[in-house]
């Protein structure tokens, strides 16, 4: 692999190409893409890539000056990526998702910073959420809490709002594409982007945290999505640290050790309740035996309802009365649970280990004449 130092360089003058996956996006794909072509640095080439869809996604991206690259299986966002990258010839590549919204100085904000030639890529979260209701609102908070305290350099990439060096991204690989011995068929996807920003960090390159440069997302409004989508992120990090272990010693965008105790918590909690529930018959007997388990029981469960405390009351700086941070701790715990199951599944999906993989067959065209 190139050392990134080799292949650095100012962004004075460089092109710019938009990359966004899009799968079963049609609700949000447009309002995404117009707001691409209202930058007002405008993009050198925008590319949407349709993952497979079973929608209109497709029709709807026909209709826009964007160039469409059309995959013939869903095979997940990274892969995807890196399929829109082939067809691309910019000096920097910009990333973003098919449910968001970019604000107008978006590129030109991120052009900006490519003026420093030591930084390879450039991240940010979000700006706010593009959908109404307390849970959207809840997922912004949280996410922008975790993130306030982030040092001005990374070793990650949030690919909702991300743009890398095509030099940087070529030498690193691109996004990881690989499978589970066990099932060569379909891709591991979910944090293609904490891999990438290991990848290119361990190459020698920076990653410059952007906290002021935010896009608008659409997150889950539903409980039970949201829950599934939480699950789901706990496997994939925990499956990329068994494909990377190197990455427990990086900066990411999320607290290891927070996360690793809320786990803890959460566990003991779980194994509190088989507890528990064991010793219920006994209760009535006076069993000293079982009155020690619990009153261990118990203080597991005390440790697991006070995890959350900490990181809902922070939410108190964003003006959110007490029936919100109630709401929230409600939440929380149950995300808790969510993660323990993912981890839980994370491990069983690892055994037999990984292997790596090779680009998909696409089909692109053109923009259309307007």
Known sequence: MDTVDSITNTAAGQTISVIVPAYNS??????????LLAQSRVPDEIVIVDDGSHDDTARVISNYPVRLVRLARNSGPGVARNEGVEVTTGDILAFTDSDCITPPDWLARIEREFRDNGIVAVTGGYAGAS?????????????????????????????????????????????????????????????????????????????????????????????????????????RIVMSHFRFPDMRNTQTNYSRRSGTLSLLATAGASAGMVGYAACLPDLYQDNI?????????????????????????????????????????GVALLVSFAWLLGVISSIVRSIGGFTDGNSINRQTSSPPDK
Request: charged share 20%.
């Open 26 to 35: 049609e609700a949000t794909i447009g309002a995404c893409i117009e707001s």
């Open 131 to 235: 959908s109404e209701g307390f849970l959207p609102l809840l997922q912004y908070l949280t996410l922008r809490e975790r993130q306030i305290s982030l040092p001005e350099e990374i070793a990650s990439a949030i690919t909702s709002n991300f743009a890398c060096r095509r030099s940087a991204f070529k030498a690193a690989g691109g996004f990881p594409l690989y499978y589970r011995r066990n099932n060569p068929q379909q891709p591991i996807w979910g944090n293609e982007d904490e891999e990438l920003g290991f990848r290119l960090t361990r190459a020698g390159g920076r990653i410059r945290w952007m906290p002021d440069v935010g896009v608008f997302h659409r997150f889950r409004p539903g409980l039970w999505d949201y829950l599934c989508q939480q699950k789901f992120y706990a496997e």
């Open 289 to 329: 035996d079982c009155s020690t388990i619990l009153f261990f029981t118990t203080t597991l469960q005390l440790l697991w309802l006070l995890s959350p405390i900490r990181a809902v009351t922070a939410l108190r700086r964003y003006s959110q009365g007490w029936g919100f941070l109630l709401r929230a701790y």
